[in-house]
């Protein structure tokens, strides 16, 4: 049988009724990763003796007649940037290729305290800085419905994990979509939690006021799951929030009658594929089948949301990165004659192109000088953003919106840089204003996966899931698998 197939949720019962085991699963899912991880090349690293012991001590639990958690025994992927004890941990970067963490991050410890099996780490873009998956030093990702595409980024590996039948849930991380644009270039279940909603402590910082961890999967509920898990008050990071964390799957019921779901229009123009507008305007239709109200709304500052996205994401992203000196851990080149001239070249060499280039910009941010013209500016028009969605809320319930305006694009597409930051425009402004966000399965265009975004307010995860669970149940877009297709 092949297991690997199906969701979280579907397998606990399964183990719960002891129709299957761990061990069993676990194999199974290794057994899929042996034979089609050559062509994607989904993951950095492996764990599979690991892995099987924890199987087999999950394993033991039911034996035992001991109650297990939903994600116990169940294989999941870890994107490469969030820590794991004694198991590389390197970013996708040359900078940290050896480097193996003495400690797990919060969301770690949680997943371990529920008997969760790691498969791996995920490949991604170097420090998560991309949205293809081909900025990572080791190797690039492949897109399980078409090889000669890309699995968007930076969570490109977690997703196309997902996909391929790799993993049966994962994490990514997300700074501006880089957990809903993959998972919508894939075909699965992306949700980015409200900022704060899941600490922050051991993920490996990129932009510290927009970076946000969630989990990648095959159906909402999964989706409920895994943030059932990870959500919660860390001690460790101070921007995690304390409140209580509800059973998000108690919000997974299929009615929206009455719910005010807003169309902003700025999210519907100019830039957005016809092929992808024509599926979101299906799913719209959808809702209003099932009894939702639908409401145009305005987002006015949308324009200024990627121009101010990248200031104020690489001016953190500069300070962040510039613990990476060659001196305390990391690559250190080995050429260098002073210490002045070992942090130059060690940075050069084990940073690649993209982050270099996103530590040159925020560097020039931050100059004396330019502070006040770039920086303080850009944080200005971030309120001005965050008061957009607030004044939208008051109209409607949720937001609904295409995660990408364009599907998967092809591998070495020569796509200049800025032209790939554009096509962020749809996801960036959820994490400047840090609020969930979940991009589902809604339809196909050229053969590829589209996904529809829904957006919520602060803290209201819950709708969100409610809204998706409702669209997921009433049609079969989550159901299809990926054909691996493709000339790679």
């Not at 676990?26 to 199987?55: G, H, W």
């Not at 958690?69 to 490469?80: C, F």
């Not at 053969?447 to 209201?460: E, F, H, R, S, T």
Request: overall charge negative; aromatic content about 8%.
């Amino acid at each position: 049988m092949d297991l690997y197939k199906l969701t979280a949720h579907e397998l606990h019962d399964k183990l719960v009724k002891k129709e299957i085991s761990s061990v069993e699963l676990t194999e199974n899912v290794y057994s899929r990763i042996d034979e089609v991880e050559d062509k994607v090349q989904a993951y950095v690293t492996l764990d599979k003796e690991n892995a099987l012991a924890q199987a087999a001590k999950v394993d033991a639990k039911i034996a035992a007649g001991e109650e297990i958690a939903p994600l116990a025994g169940i294989p999941g992927a870890i994107k490469d940037n969030i820590c794991t004890k004694g198991l590389l941990t390197t970013c996708s970067s040359k900078m940290l290729a050896n480097v193996v963490p003495i400690y797990d991050a919060h969301v770690i410890s949680k997943l371990r305290a529920d008997d969760a099996i790691f498969t791996g780490k995920t490949n991604m873009d170097e420090f998560a800085m991309g949205s293809t998956t081909e900025s990572s030093y080791f190797h690039k990702t492949y897109n399980p419905w078409n090889l000669d595409r890309v699995p968007g980024g930076s969570s490109g590996g977690s997703a196309a994990a997902i996909a391929a039948g790799e993993a049966i849930w994962s994490l990514g991380s997300d700074t501006g979509g880089s957990i809903r644009q993959p998972a919508s270039f894939n075909g699965c279940v992306g949700i980015k939690p409200t900022y704060g909603r899941v600490s922050r402590y051991g993920c490996v910082a990129f932009a510290s006021s927009l970076d946000q961890i969630g989990p990648i999967t095959r159906d909402v509920t999964d989706a409920a799951t895994v943030l059932n898990c990870i959500c919660g008050k860390d001690e460790h990071d101070s921007t995690s929030l304390p409140v209580d964390v509800p059973d998000f799957t108690k919000a997974l019921r299929a009615d929206v009658k009455g719910l005010r779901i807003g169309l902003p229009k700025e999210y519907y123009g100019e830039g957005v594929d016809a092929k992808v507008k024509a599926e979101i305007e299906k799913a719209v239709k959808k809702y209003e089948e099932l009894g939702a109200e639908i409401v145009d709304v305005s987002l006015p500052h949308t324009e200024y949301a990627v121009i101010t996205y990248y200031i104020i994401a690489p001016a953190e992203a500069s300070a962040n990165l510039a613990r990476y000196d060659g001196v305390r851990y990391g690559f250190r080149a080995a050429n260098a004659t002073s210490a002045p001239e070992m942090t130059r070249l060690s940075r050069t060499e084990g940073f690649g192109p993209e982050v270099r280039r996103r530590i040159m910009l925020g560097t020039y941010v931050l100059s004396s000088g330019y502070y006040d013209a770039y920086y303080k500016k850009a944080m200005q028009v971030r309120t001005l953003i965050r008061r957009d969605f607030n004044e939208a809320f008051e109209k409607c319930d949720v937001l609904l919106t295409p995660t990408s305006p364009v599907v998967a694009y092809p591998v070495d597409g020569k796509m200049d840089p800025l032209s790939i930051y554009m096509l962020d425009v749809t996801t960036i402004p959820v994490n400047m204003a840090g609020l969930p966000g979940i991009s589902i399965p809604c339809g196909f265009a050229d053969g590829m996966p589209v996904g529809m975004q829904l957006i919520g307010k602060v803290l209201d995860e819950e709708t969100v899931l409610r809204a998706a669970y409702t669209f997921e149940q009433a049609t079969d877009f989550h159901k299809a698998m990926a054909p691996l297709g493709g000339n790679k």
